[in-house]
């Protein structure tokens, strides 16, 4: 079997559909398939590049603010793209774009079946652009994906059923189905015993921008009991990163909080290790189609409190109401920090609870039943 992938951005680091390609190319591999890319170039000309590179298509005005969320997009280039999809057996399409639009029309030219995967929502990009949620320009864009790309499709995959349900009230026709991206499954490095509360280290991963609402962490630390006893640490980068860190330096100033807060971008394996340290991992995303990186710090032992959002499907992994709270409410969160920090036996109990629960989201069943969705596609593309 013959896949392409087909993605704007594979290289630049800070968002998830670059780390889902990388991921999802080297899965497939190791379970015999044959893997091609294509996307942009590789501004790191010493490092990997696609199988089919496109040249970097800057767009005025609104650029800055692309890079900075890790992200890039593609001069369209046909020759190229026949090339590519004249290879595949299957082409696996990676977001709604231009790019992808260009390659489904080619693809129904030749005979090619396309299965797409849904890896964020409109809300993501217009939240970020300062247009903020549910608009009728999500509406317009949802319209677009779905008739250019997505309806398209021999099947979508569908990392979570809040993205199921919402593709199906949103004007997306194509078979549907719900594969979570998976995470590879390691050890629990966490060391063994009573995990250590002062300084309370608390866990925040993630692209730092509006629709992730790193914010309200912050604001959280104003009603805390115990905000003197915190540190925070976020990892990750993004345009929301100057006011993030200016914030997080008043409330030093302030005396809200005792520790300086530590701000990092890190490797897959150095933020295993900085989990395993975390005494709770905090999501406050309002937009979030999966949320793997909480599943990664969960399967460190981190107990996780978890924003409940309509437009966010990470919710789903809290055991129990503990771990949740509701999204934008500072006070609400402050107030499940408290309850762990006071009771440090529930969350060593927890925090191994959570690490078996990630077990259900391994990345070998994922990528098996990806496996049969090519199959099913290529199969239906013969008959």
Aim: charged share 25%; aromatic share 8%.
């Amino acid at each position: 079997m013959k896949v392409l992938i087909v993605a704007n951005n594979a290289y630049l680091k800070g968002n998830g559909v670059c780390t889902a390609v990388q991921s999802l190319k080297s899965r497939l591999l190791r379970e015999g398939v044959q893997v091609r890319l294509m996307a942009c170039e590789n501004p790191d000309k010493d490092g990997p590049q696609p199988d089919y590179p496109l040249i970097h298509f800057r767009i005025p005005i609104f650029e800055h603010l692309i890079e900075s969320n890790g992200y890039m997009f593609t001069r369209l280039d046909k020759r190229v793209i026949r090339e590519a999809v004249g290879w595949a057996d299957v082409v696996h399409l990676m977001e709604g774009f231009p790019l992808e639009s260009a390659t489904v029309r080619i693809a129904e030219e030749s005979g090619k079946p396309c299965v797409g995967t849904y890896h964020f929502f409109t809300e993501n990009i217009t939240a970020n652009i300062g247009f903020g949620y549910e608009t009728f320009i999500n509406r317009l864009m949802d319209r677009w994906w779905s008739s250019t790309v997505y309806n398209h499709c021999a099947c979508v995959q569908c990392p979570t059923e809040t993205v199921k349900e919402h593709l199906k009230n949103n004007g997306y026709t194509a078979p549907m189905t719900v594969i979570s991206n998976g995470i590879d499954i390691s050890d629990c490095v966490r060391p063994a015993g009573r995990p250590g509360t002062r300084p309370c280290r608390i866990l925040c991963t993630g692209r730092l921008s509006g629709e992730k609402s790193q914010m309200t962490l912050i604001e959280a630390m104003r009603f805390s009991r115990h905000a003197g006893e915190i540190e925070l640490h976020f990892a990750g980068k993004g345009p929301k990163a100057k006011k993030i860190r200016r914030k997080a330096r008043k409330l030093c100033e302030e005396g809200t909080l005792k520790h300086d807060p530590v701000f990092g971008f890190y490797t897959s394996e150095e933020l295993k290790h900085l989990a395993a340290t975390a005494y709770l991992y905090i999501h406050c995303a309002i937009v979030e189609v999966e949320g793997l990186s909480c599943l990664e710090a969960m399967q460190q032992g981190a107990v996780p409190i978890i924003a409940k959002s309509a437009l966010s499907a990470t919710s789903q992994f809290a055991l129990d109401e503990r771990s949740l709270f509701t999204v934008r409410d500072p006070k609400e969160l402050a107030e499940r920090v408290d309850w762990w920090i006071e009771h440090p036996d529930e969350r060593m109990d927890m925090g191994g609870k959570y690490a078996e629960s990630v077990k259900a989201y391994d990345s070998v069943s994922s990528t098996a039943k990806i496996i049969r969705m090519y199959e099913q596609a290529i199969g239906n593309a013969c008959n």
